[in-house]
């Protein structure tokens, strides 16, 4: 192939494509969008995060300002641990608005976590709102197809086609022409939206964030860049197997129809009958049934605790508990906490297995489709996916359970026994010593390999595209 063919080629698609009214519009249009979304995103990021962090702020000082009192009234008391926002999010809004962003930790339960947009707003945001992400998702691949639909159908109707194979213009040279043509014409608005968001990772992402947000950013810009081609790539394809210019375009909007809308939803409601997840009334009632078998820690005449305590009067060779060189109250709220915990534990990963399946339905569908690909990667790496979702509940878990086990501890080392003289409180300089919550983000290799199906799909779509363009390079109709 001579690349100055080929250069020429990608140029006069060039300038057909900025010859049309179309796209001077839909350029207009696009710039509108982009300002509108950034700005939206951006302001929304910031507001957001800096009211979560100001409370998670007033949260720890409220901790920290506790009077004197028992331990285990103040692992009662509790705390909230509330979800921040990645720099990312201003680009891929993701499930951002349909999970909650604040969960209440106290001893014994773990609470559900609350406060999510949708919660707290009208129907009318499950249409969506308009982000840098779904420009380039949803609105691009219109303007790509409809750019690109005429490219070779309409010159073979035309018999442009067949005067270019005649001058001595290779099929291949035509082909591979209007395809880099095309998607290079697509980069123009993916190069315009990436500057601006490294300008939010530039301006947001702290020291120690700054390389993970550009490494994600890196992967962003690749994979939409890949998806660009693939689309372009489809397009060259349908339009060349077209008879007409006007078939390539109703094929072309068909595609995109099923890309976007059909498949997904379908997929997402087949899932859901496929897997049906319990409603929260059903899950809180299987907790507390395996709870209650269990045993209650506060009953002191429980079969289960009234065998734990003989064990431990036993092994420490004593008659009563008033005995025991440490507190058995506390002792006993620790052991019924760990029990508790692996109660919760077991039917919340029985509940992830469910989403994961049904969330494993689309992510393969990449295979067949590569919005499902684009889609899976750009929440993940903005951290707005559910697996993200997931990390900051685990986390809040974590520091509920330490939380709690801390002022059991405090309880076992400096409160008394009933049947022992002492104070009943301790200093509330140890609840200073209690660091607040601080979320971290999944680490960039953890997304890889949350992400590693849709990598894999959106790498085989670019390599099936290059491979079916040159199939049509030896297959072409000039007439």
Do not use: C
């Amino acid at each position: 192939m001579r690349k100055n063919v080929i250069k020429l080629l990608a140029r006069q698609l060039w300038q057909d494509a900025f010859r049309s009214k179309v796209m001077l519009i839909a350029s207009a249009l696009m710039l509108f969008l982009l300002l509108f979304s950034a700005y939206s995103g951006y302001e929304n990021y910031h507001d957001q995060n800096f009211t979560r962090d100001e409370i998670q702020h007033e949260v720890q000082e409220s901790w920290e300002n506790n009077p004197d009192k028992h331990p285990h009234r103040m692992s009662h008391y509790g705390s909230f641990a509330l979800r921040l926002k990645h720099v990312l999010s201003v680009f891929d809004l993701g499930m951002e608005n349909f999970v909650g962003n604040a969960v209440f930790l106290e001893a014994h339960k773990q609470n559900t976590v609350n406060f999510s947009e949708a919660s707290m707003s009208t129907g009318l945001l499950r249409f969506g709102e308009v982000s840098l992400a779904m420009l380039l998702k949803v609105i691009v691949p219109l303007l790509i197809f409809y750019l690109g639909f005429a490219t070779i159908a309409q010159e073979r109707e035309n018999g442009t086609l067949k005067l270019l194979i005649g001058q001595g213009i290779t099929r291949k040279e035509i082909v591979f022409g209007k395809w880099i043509g095309l998607w290079s014409l697509s980069l123009i608005f993916l190069i315009s939206i990436f500057l601006v968001l490294l300008l939010f990772v530039l301006l947001e992402s702290h020291n120690s964030m700054l390389t993970d947000s550009f490494l994600r950013y890196l992967v962003l810009l690749i994979s939409y860049f890949l998806f660009f081609g693939i689309l372009s790539a489809i397009t060259i394809l349908v339009s060349a197997f077209s008879a007409t210019a006007k078939g390539a375009l109703v094929k072309l909007l068909g595609i995109w129809l099923l890309f976007v809308i059909i498949v997904p939803k379908s997929l997402q409601a087949m899932g859901f009958y496929l897997y049906p997840t319990p409603s929260k009334i059903e899950m809180e009632t299987a907790v507390e049934h395996d709870l209650i078998e269990l045993g209650d820690s506060h009953n002191p005449d429980d079969p289960h605790f009234k065998a734990l305590k003989d064990s431990v009067l036993l092994a420490n060779k004593v008659t009563d508990v008033n005995d025991l060189p440490f507190n058995y109250g506390g002792f006993v709220m620790s052991k019924g906490e760990e029990l508790s915990a692996e109660v919760y534990l077991e039917h919340q990963e029985g509940l992830y297995e469910v989403y994961h399946k049904q969330n494993n339905l689309e992510r393969y569908s990449a295979f067949i489709n590569p919005y499902s690909a684009i889609k899976n990667l750009s929440m993940a790496f903005s951290g707005t996916d559910f697996q993200s979702f997931l990390h900051f509940k685990d986390e809040a878990e974590t520091y509920r359970f330490k939380l709690a086990q801390d002022m059991n501890q405090l309880q076992m080392d400096f409160i008394p026994n009933k049947g022992k003289e002492g104070p009943n409180t301790i200093s509330s300089d140890y609840w200073k010593e209690f660091p607040p919550f601080q979320y971290h983000f999944l680490s960039i290799r953890e997304v890889l390999k949350n992400e590693l199906t849709s990598l894999i799909a959106l790498l085989l779509w670019s390599i099936l595209s290059v491979f079916g363009l040159l199939k049509l390079s030896t297959n072409l109709k000039a007439i």
